[in-house]
């Protein structure tokens, strides 16, 4: 069973980083598009950022310039390098894995940001 691992997420004051991770030790990582979504109460899930398998990368227009995503195909593992977080980033991140017919999903990491 594919399995992604999310973990990085937690409570951080406004201003400050975090670095979320997502392991998927089960899949041919190098082959797959990764992304990161998120999902605040009440709200739809949401692309915040993505990587293709080929390095391009793009991010919503709310997090240009403080997130970014990387993957390390030797670890079968993406990043999000969050800065500058505001109270409207929380939210649960999810990590995604996607390739012509597979789509793989992670469990979510909470991402709170309050004062």
């Known amino acids: 069973q594919v399995q992604l691992v999310e973990s990085g997420g937690g409570l951080v004051q406004p201003g400050g980083s975090l670095r979320l991770s997502c392991a998927a030790p089960?899949?041919?990582?190098?082959?797959?598009?990764m992304g990161w979504y998120r999902q605040a109460p009440g709200k739809q899930r949401e692309l915040v950022a993505a990587i293709m398998r080929g390095g391009t990368t793009n991010y919503a227009d709310s997090v240009k310039g403080r997130y970014t995503i990387s993957r390390d195909n030797t670890k079968n593992t993406v990043y999000l390098q969050m800065s500058d977080l505001k109270p409207e980033d929380t939210a649960v991140y999810y990590c995604?894995?996607?390739?012509?017919?597979?789509?793989?999903w992670g469990q979510g990491t909470q991402v709170t940001v309050s004062s």
């Open positions: 995604n894995a996607r390739f012509v017919n597979s789509n793989y």
């Open positions: 089960r899949i041919s990582f190098s082959f797959y598009d």
